[in-house]
C-alpha cells in the first residue's frame, strides 16, 4: 500500500512537471518568459547605477540620519558617515573640476577605498550634485567660493581655495580620525594604505625631480643652501596625534602670518611648518618611486621603466593648466574618465 502511495505520488509530480514543461514551451509560456527576461534587463539596467555598484556599506542604516538639506550637513555627520575602520579620505574640490574628482574616485574605487572619501565642496553647486549622486559624500565648509572659476595655480583665488586645507585636517585630527589627503589631479595606481609602514605622525611626499635611490630615506631632507625644503602637500597622511595637530596649527599660523609672502601657493607655509616642528613631530617621508612628482613620472621615461611595479599614487604636477593637465593624463594612459565612468560612485557627468 505505502508503495503504491509512493509511486502514484512519484507519478503524480512527474506528471505535474511535465505539464508545466509543456506549459512553458507553449505560445502563452514563451510570452510570460521573454516578459521576465524584458523585467530583469530593465532591474539590470538600473542596478548598473553607481550607487548600485559601489554602494556605501553603512548608508543603507544610516540615511536616515543625513539631512534634507545639504546646508546643514557638518564635517562632524560627514565624517561620521563616511569613516572605515577610523580613516577618512579626503579631498577639496571646486566646480569645474569635477571631471578630475571623478577621474581620481575611478582609481580610488579599483583599490575598494571610495566608500571612505568625503569630498570638500567649496561651492554649493559641487555640494549638491555630489550628494545627487552619492548621499552624505560631500559637505560645504562656510564661507563657499565662486564656482565658475577654474582657479589657476598661483593665483589669488588658488590660495584661498588651498590655504583652507589645514583648517579642514585639523578638524578631522580633532573629531579623531586619521585623515589622508589627496589632490584630485591624482591617479591611484596600487593601494596606498600598504605603503604606511608604521605608525607616524605624518607622512608626506617628496616634490623634487632629482631622482634618489631606491634604499631612500624616510626622513625629512635637510633644507637646501636657501632654508628650503620642497615637500609637496598634495598627499598627505596624518594621524590624531598631538604631533599631528601640532603640524597642523603651525601650517594654518604660517599662512595667517605670511599671507603675502605666500599669495597663490600654499606649500611654502607647508615646509616653513615641517621644519618648525621636525624635532616635535614623528614624520615619515614616504618612497618617492612609489609616490613620483609629475616632474618626474611625465617627463623621465627611463625612470619610469626602472621603476616599473613600484609606482602607486601618480601626481600631475610640474605642468599649468586644467587643459594641459587633462592631455597628459589623455597621453599617458591615466584619464579614465571617458571609457570607465560607470567604475566611479558618480557615473557618468554630463
Not at 599662512?255 to 605666500?262: N, S
Not at 619610469?304 to 602607486?312: A, D, N, S
Amino acid at each position: 500500500m505505502a508503495q503504491r502511495l509512493f509511486s502514484s505520488s512519484h507519478l503524480s509530480h512527474s506528471s505535474a512537471s511535465n505539464r508545466r514543461h509543456i506549459y512553458l514551451m507553449s505560445r502563452n509560456g514563451l510570452l510570460l518568459l521573454v516578459a521576465l527576461l524584458l523585467l530583469l534587463g530593465v532591474s539590470l539596467r538600473w542596478s548598473a547605477s553607481p550607487l548600485f555598484i559601489f554602494p556605501n556599506k553603512s548608508s543603507s542604516s544610516s540615511y536616515s540620519s543625513l539631512p534634507s538639506n545639504w546646508r546643514d550637513y557638518s564635517l562632524a555627520q560627514a565624517a561620521k558617515f563616511v569613516a572605515k575602520d577610523g580613516t577618512v579620505i579626503v579631498c577639496t574640490v571646486s566646480y569645474p573640476f569635477l571631471p578630475f574628482l571623478n577621474n581620481w574616485l575611478i582609481s580610488v574605487s579599483r583599490q575598494k577605498h571610495q566608500d571612505k572619501v568625503l569630498v570638500i565642496a567649496e561651492d554649493y553647486a559641487t555640494l549638491y550634485l555630489i550628494n545627487e549622486k552619492w548621499p552624505g559624500h560631500a559637505v560645504l565648509i562656510p564661507p563657499a567660493l565662486d564656482s565658475q572659476t577654474a582657479h589657476k595655480f598661483g593665483s589669488k583665488g588658488f590660495f584661498k581655495f588651498t590655504s583652507r586645507r589645514p583648517r579642514h585636517l585639523m578638524q578631522l585630527l580633532e573629531l579623531g580620525y586619521n585623515v589622508m589627503y589627496n589632490d584630485v589631479d591624482m591617479v591611484w595606481l596600487q593601494d596606498p594604505f600598504q605603503y604606511l609602514e608604521g605608525s607616524h605622525d605624518a607622512y608626506f611626499t617628496d616634490d623634487m625631480t632629482r631622482i634618489k635611490p631606491l634604499n631612500q630615506s624616510h626622513d625629512l631632507p635637510p633644507p637646501d643652501r636657501n632654508g628650503v625644503t620642497y615637500i609637496c602637500s598634495c598627499m598627505i597622511f596624518l594621524r590624531p596625534t598631538n604631533g599631528a595637530k601640532l603640524l597642523m596649527k603651525k601650517w594654518n599660523k604660517e599662512l595667517q602670518d605670511g599671507t603675502k609672502a605666500y599669495e597663490g601657493n600654499d606649500q611654502p607655509a607647508f615646509n616653513w611648518a615641517l621644519n618648525k616642528t621636525a624635532s616635535q613631530v614623528d614624520l615619515y617621508l614616504l618612497s618617492q618611486a612609489a609616490f613620483p612628482t609629475g616632474g618626474l613620472y611625465f617627463q623621465n621615461a627611463t625612470w619610469v621603466e626602472e621603476t616599473q611595479g613600484k609606482h602607486v599614487i601618480i601626481h600631475n604636477n610640474y605642468i599649468i593648466g586644467y587643459e594641459n593637465k587633462m592631455k597628459r593624463f589623455h597621453d599617458f594612459g591615466l584619464w579614465l574618465v571617458d571609457d570607465h565612468a560607470f567604475e566611479s560612485p558618480l557615473g557618468k557627468l554630463e
